[in-house]
């Protein structure tokens, strides 16, 4: 597995320099930041990446303030308690994106979010360390929260993070640190203790790191 200095290098060849790579990554919110933000907030982040996935994002950005409204400002403690008659009515209701199974994760993630008050505290005291263990936790105990929906909406509230986008599994297959899906448990421990070990030889965010190996792909 190359240093991420040599993975940069990489980049910086096809894209006109080290800067031109690092340009634009968008870093972690402080810790602080992070755990003060309310849980509807996360509810709200947790449903737009749900109703996105499939649907053109333009789509759901001009549709949310009515989804906002739709559902209560995404306060857990009402949408949790939602029952089938509301939801019917969801999936009837012209302010939001009408699908039934996405409905009810949105449901199912009030749910969960009810049961783990001051998320944001969760989240932000989650070790960095253990990034694959908290998309892990989300995968299990929440709806659609699985794959990337789940990666972009913590890149998305301020977690520092990594998303498995295409070219970040590219690098990731062509240093040997995977050598198929980056899906399995085996797997994310591998991209885990990779990312750490670049992390601690730079001194970078997950965030950034990503970007630099997602810039040393063609395409």
Do not use: C
Request: charged share 25%; aromatic share 8%; net charge positive.
């Amino acid at each position: 597995m190359r240093s991420l200095t040599e993975i940069l290098a990489i980049a910086a060849a096809r894209k006109g320099g080290s800067d031109a790579v690092l340009a634009g990554a968008a870093g972690p919110l402080p810790r602080e930041d992070l755990a003060a933000i309310p849980d509807d907030r996360w509810l709200a982040a947790m449903a737009r990446g749900i109703l996105k996935a499939g649907i053109s994002w333009k789509v759901v950005g001009n549709k949310w303030p009515g989804i906002e409204a739709a559902f209560d400002g995404f306060d857990p403690g009402r949408v949790s308690l939602y029952d089938d008659d509301r939801i019917d009515a969801l999936v009837s209701d012209a302010r939001v994106i009408r699908s039934g199974p996405k409905i009810l994760a949105i449901r199912h993630n009030a749910v969960f979010l009810r049961e783990n008050p001051g998320f944001g505290r969760r989240v932000a005291d989650w070790p960095d360390e253990d990034f694959a263990g908290l998309l892990a936790w989300l995968g299990r105990e929440g709806s659609r929260l699985g794959g990337t929906t789940g990666q972009y909406m913590l890149r998305h509230m301020g977690k520092e993070s990594y998303v498995l986008t295409s070219d970040v599994v590219a690098r990731l297959k062509a240093e040997g640190v995977i050598d198929g899906p980056a899906t399995s448990a085996k797997a994310m421990k591998a991209i885990q203790q990779a990312f750490n070990r670049w992390r601690a030889e730079s001194g970078l965010p997950f965030n950034t790191i990503g970007r630099v190996l997602a810039q040393s792909i063609d395409g």
